[in-house]
C-alpha cells in the first residue's frame, strides 16, 4: 500500500529540489511526497526551535507524516546573522541588498545550512542538519530563488544561481540535510 509523506512548503523551488533530492529512496520505500501548502507563522529562537516548532504544529493540524524545512543564511561579519530570518531579510532588502548590508565589510565569509524535519502523529520530531560554506558576491544568475544568485560555494566559481540544478542539488546545504534524512529512511524500516 502507498503510504503519503507531507511536504509542508509554499516554496515551489524547494519543493522541487527536494522531491528530486529524495525521489529513489520514497519509491523504495512506496511513499509518495505530497506538497501541502500550510501558512504556519514564522517562530523566532534558534534554528532548531524553529524546526522542532514548525513540524509539531503541522503534524497536530494534518494528523500525518510530514517534513519541513527550515534555511538559514549566515554572514560570518553579522554573527550569522540573518540566520533563520533570511526568508524576512530577502524579502525586505532582495538580493542587491542582502549583498550591501556587507558594504562596510572586508568579511564576506557565509555560509548556509538547512534543517529537515521529520514527524509522525504520536511521534517525535527528527531534524537532519546539512551546511555549506561559501561567500557572498554581487549578484549573478537566473537558475534558483530568493537569494541564491549572491552565495557562490567555497570551491566552485558559481553563484547557486549560475549553477546547473544538478550541480547545486550535489552540494547544497539541502542535499546535505536531505541526505542525513535519506539514511533515517533507509535505517528505520518503520519510518513512516
Not at 523504495?28 to 526551535?49: C, H, M, R, W
Not at 537558475?143 to 542539488?169: C, H, R, V
Request: aromatic share 12%; proline share 6%.
Amino acid at each position: 500500500m502507498t503510504k503519503i509523506l507531507y511536504l509542508i512548503t509554499g516554496n515551489a523551488g524547494k519543493a522541487r529540489e527536494i522531491k528530486e533530492i529524495l525521489k529513489t529512496p520514497l519509491e523504495a520505500s512506496n511513499v509518495n511526497l505530497e506538497i501541502f501548502n500550510l501558512d504556519l507563522k514564522e517562530y523566532q529562537g534558534t534554528p532548531d526551535e524553529i524546526i522542532s516548532d514548525k513540524l509539531k504544529i503541522a503534524c497536530n493540524q494534518i494528523n500525518a507524516p510530514v517534513i519541513c524545512e527550515d534555511t538559514c543564511l549566515c554572514f560570518e561579519a553579522l554573527g550569522g546573522l540573518p540566520g533563520p530570518y533570511i526568508k524576512w531579510f530577502w524579502k525586505a532588502l532582495e538580493d542587491e541588498g542582502l549583498f550591501r548590508l556587507l558594504a562596510g565589510f572586508d568579511n564576506k565569509k557565509a555560509w548556509t545550512e538547512c534543517r529537515i524535519g521529520y514527524c509522525k502523529p504520536g511521534g517525535e520530531p527528527q531534524i537532519f542538519y546539512g551546511k555549506c560554506e561559501g561567500t557572498i558576491v554581487m549578484p549573478r544568475g537566473n537558475n534558483g530563488f530568493q537569494w541564491n544568485p549572491i552565495f557562490q560555494p567555497s570551491g566552485y566559481e558559481q553563484t547557486f544561481a549560475e549553477m546547473d540544478p544538478n550541480l547545486k542539488n550535489s552540494i547544497s546545504h539541502r542535499f546535505r540535510a536531505l541526505e542525513a534524512f535519506k539514511d533515517y529512511m533507509l535505517n528505520n524500516q518503520d519510518w513512516i
